[in-house]
Nanobody, 124 residues
Framework: QVQLVESGGGLVQAGGSLRLSCAASGRTFSRYYMGWFRQAPGKEREFVAVISWNYGSTYYADSVKGRFTISRDTANNTVWLQMNSLKPEDTAVYFC?????????????????WGQGTQVTVSS
């Protein structure tokens, strides 16, 4: 059973940076896709970024492109989300998610496994 545990959230001022981590366990993740999603209060969960486990290819939401970077360490089963130039509108609970083999996706229903989330709050 896949387990995903996020960490690294917190309170930061606008313009600051945070690095989120996702520790993945429970299986080998070859050919998987690992994604980050976020959900702000009163809003639907939205796609942030996704990475191919095998090839490291990445895709980003337009709202974070150029500011956020997703990466992975296949030896230690860890996925990171480096967030720079944070804005108050980035405030949300951030979730790590895993999708099985196939193709990359920005749709949360395509991801079968989810972490518990970590809160990111950006003050103005």
């Amino acid at each position: 059973q896949v387990q995903l545990v996020e960490s690294g959230g917190g309170l930061v001022q606008a313009g600051g940076s945070l690095r989120l981590s996702c520790a993945a366990s429970g299986r080998t993740f070859s050919r998987y896709y690992m994604g980050w999603f976020r959900q702000a209060p009163g809003k639907e969960r939205e796609f942030v970024a996704v990475i191919s486990w095998n090839y490291g290819s990445t895709y980003y939401a337009d709202s974070v492109k150029g500011r956020f970077t997703i990466s992975r360490d296949t030896a230690n089963n860890t996925v990171w989300l480096q967030m720079n130039s944070l804005k108050p509108e980035d405030t949300a609970v951030y979730f790590c998610a895993a999708k099985g083999p196939g193709s990359a996706s920005r749709i949360d229903q395509d991801f079968a496994s989810w972490g518990q989330g970590t809160q990111v709050t950006v003050s103005s």
